[in-house]
C-alpha cells in the first residue's frame, strides 16, 4: 500500500512538474496567426515545422494530459517562459494577443487601409469601403473628402481578426475622446468644426518647420479667413498636384485648377493634406493672436519664417528668398 502511494505520488509530482513547473518550452518566440478554427494537430505540425517547441515528447505528453481538440482564429504570441500547459491553455480557450498598430503619419487614407492590411487580418479594400460607406460617414459627420480626419496618430491595440467596422468604431471613439468639451468650444470659438481645424492643422503641419511657430502660422491662416483672403498655402499646391518632391512652388503650381489649391479658392480645402499631430492640432486651437497676414521662410534658411503686416513688406523678405533659392539653383 505505502509502495502504491509512493508511486502515486510520484506520478502526481511529475505531472505537476510538467504542468507547471517546467518552464522555457518555447524555443523560439513566435506569432500564431489563423484565419479560422483549425485542429489542434494542424496546430502542433505548424509549430513543429517553425521548431517553436523546445520539447515535443514533453508537449505531447501535457496533451495528453490536457487535451485540446480545435484553436478558435485569431493571433496568438507564444513567449519563450511559456509551459506546454501555458499553450495548450491559451489556444483551447482562444486568448489572443492584441496587435500594437501605431499610426503616425498618412497623407491618404488608403495608405492606412493599406497599413491595416499588413497588420491585421483585413483587406484593403473592404476597410476603404466600410470607411467610405455613406451612412457610417453621415452618422459620424464626415464626409469622404475629409474622411482622413478621423484618424489621431496614436497606438491601437487591435485583435488581429477584428472587422473593419469595429476597427473604425474604436478609432472614431478615441477620436471622440479627443474631442472633448474644452477643444470643442476652442473650436467653436475659431467657427469652425473639429473636422474643419483637422484640414486647417494640416496645412500648418506641412508649413513649419520649427514648432514653435506653429501657433503663429496659425494666427495668420485665421486673419487671412477673417477677411476671406486666400489662404495661399503651398503645401496644398503641392498635394493637388501630387508634387510633393518640389522645393519650390512656380506658376504651375499656383495657377492648377484644384479644390485644393488654396491659391484658387478661398477658405479650407475639402479635406486635410496630410495627418497632423497632436500638438499642432492644440496649436491650431490656439492660434497666436496677432495682426499679421503674410510670412516667407527666412532666407537664412535657419528653419523660421518672417511675418509681415503688408503686401509691400512681405513682398521684399519674399525677393530676398528668392534670390537665395536661385543663387543655390533650386529651380523646382
Given at each position: 500500500?505505502?509502495?502504491?502511494?509512493?508511486?502515486?505520488?510520484?506520478?502526481?509530482?511529475?505531472?505537476?512538474?510538467?504542468?507547471?513547473?517546467?518552464?522555457?518550452?518555447?524555443?523560439?518566440?513566435?506569432s500564431l496567426k489563423l484565419r479560422e478554427p483549425t485542429t489542434i494537430k494542424a496546430v502542433m505540425d505548424s509549430l513543429s515545422a517553425h521548431s517553436v517547441i523546445k520539447n515535443t515528447y514533453i508537449f505531447d505528453l501535457v496533451h495528453l494530459i490536457y487535451e485540446v481538440k480545435s484553436v478558435?482564429?485569431?493571433?496568438?504570441?507564444?513567449?519563450?517562459?511559456?509551459?506546454?500547459?501555458?499553450?495548450?491553455?491559451?489556444?483551447?480557450?482562444?486568448?489572443?494577443?492584441?496587435?500594437?498598430?501605431?499610426?503616425?503619419?498618412?497623407?491618404?487614407?488608403?495608405?492606412?487601409?493599406?497599413?491595416?492590411?499588413?497588420?491585421?487580418?483585413?483587406?484593403?479594400?473592404?476597410?476603404?469601403?466600410?470607411?467610405?460607406?455613406?451612412?457610417?460617414?453621415?452618422?459620424?459627420?464626415?464626409?469622404?473628402?475629409?474622411?482622413?480626419?478621423?484618424?489621431?496618430?496614436?497606438?491601437?491595440?487591435?485583435?488581429?481578426?477584428?472587422?473593419?467596422?469595429?476597427?473604425?468604431?474604436?478609432?472614431?471613439?478615441?477620436?471622440?475622446?479627443?474631442?472633448?468639451?474644452?477643444?470643442?468650444?476652442?473650436?467653436?470659438?475659431?467657427?469652425?468644426?473639429?473636422?474643419?481645424?483637422?484640414?486647417?492643422?494640416?496645412?500648418?503641419?506641412?508649413?513649419?518647420?520649427?514648432?514653435?511657430?506653429?501657433?503663429?502660422?496659425?494666427?495668420?491662416?485665421?486673419?487671412?479667413?477673417?477677411?476671406?483672403?486666400?489662404?495661399?498655402?503651398?503645401?496644398?499646391?503641392?498635394?493637388?498636384?501630387?508634387?510633393?518632391?518640389?522645393?519650390?512652388?512656380?506658376?504651375?503650381?499656383?495657377?492648377?485648377?484644384?479644390?485644393?489649391?488654396?491659391?484658387?479658392?478661398?477658405?479650407?480645402?475639402?479635406?486635410?493634406?496630410?495627418?497632423?499631430?497632436?500638438?499642432?492640432?492644440?496649436?491650431?486651437?490656439?492660434?497666436?493672436?496677432?495682426?499679421?497676414?503674410?510670412?516667407?521662410?527666412?532666407?537664412?534658411?535657419?528653419?523660421?519664417?518672417?511675418?509681415?503686416?503688408?503686401?509691400?513688406?512681405?513682398?521684399?523678405?519674399?525677393?530676398?528668398?528668392?534670390?537665395?533659392?536661385?543663387?543655390?539653383?533650386?529651380?523646382?
Amino acid at each position: 500500500m505505502v509502495k502504491k502511494l509512493g508511486i502515486f505520488t510520484l506520478l502526481v509530482t511529475v505531472v505537476f512538474f510538467l504542468l507547471f513547473i517546467y518552464k522555457g518550452n518555447v524555443a523560439n518566440e513566435y506569432s500564431l496567426k489563423l484565419r479560422e478554427p483549425t485542429t489542434i494537430k494542424a496546430v502542433m505540425d505548424s509549430l513543429s515545422a517553425h521548431s517553436v517547441i523546445k520539447n515535443t515528447y514533453i508537449f505531447d505528453l501535457v496533451h495528453l494530459i490536457y487535451e485540446v481538440k480545435s484553436v478558435p482564429a485569431g493571433h496568438y504570441r507564444l513567449k519563450k517562459s511559456m509551459t506546454s500547459f501555458d499553450i495548450l491553455r491559451k489556444l483551447k480557450f482562444g486568448r489572443q494577443d492584441p496587435i500594437r498598430w501605431t499610426i503616425s503619419t498618412a497623407t491618404f487614407v488608403e495608405e492606412l487601409a493599406g497599413k491595416a492590411a499588413e497588420k491585421l487580418e483585413m483587406d484593403s479594400l473592404d476597410f476603404m469601403r466600410v470607411l467610405y460607406d455613406s451612412i457610417q460617414l453621415r452618422q459620424r459627420v464626415y464626409s469622404k473628402e475629409n474622411a482622413l480626419a478621423l484618424f489621431l496618430p496614436n497606438t491601437y491595440e487591435f485583435y488581429w481578426d477584428i472587422s473593419p467596422e469595429d476597427l473604425l468604431t474604436k478609432i472614431h471613439k478615441e477620436t471622440e475622446k479627443f474631442w472633448n468639451a474644452e477643444r470643442r468650444a476652442k473650436a467653436q470659438k475659431l467657427n469652425l468644426q473639429p473636422s474643419e481645424v483637422y484640414i486647417l492643422a494640416s496645412l500648418v503641419q506641412k508649413e513649419y518647420t520649427r514648432k514653435d511657430e506653429r501657433s503663429k502660422i496659425a494666427g495668420v491662416l485665421v486673419n487671412r479667413m477673417k477677411i476671406n483672403m486666400p489662404l495661399q498655402v503651398d503645401a496644398t499646391c503641392k498635394y493637388a498636384t501630387r508634387d510633393f518632391a518640389a522645393k519650390r512652388v512656380n506658376y504651375y503650381h499656383t495657377q492648377y485648377n484644384s479644390p485644393y489649391n488654396t491659391y484658387k479658392i478661398i477658405g479650407l480645402p475639402p479635406g486635410p493634406i496630410c495627418m497632423p499631430e497632436l500638438s499642432t492640432l492644440d496649436a491650431v486651437l490656439m492660434p497666436e493672436a496677432h495682426d499679421y497676414i503674410y510670412y516667407c521662410a527666412d532666407s537664412s534658411l535657419n528653419g523660421y519664417h518672417l511675418f509681415s503686416r503688408s503686401l509691400a513688406e512681405h513682398e521684399s523678405i519674399a525677393s530676398s528668398y528668392h534670390r537665395k533659392m536661385n543663387e543655390m539653383k533650386i529651380q523646382r
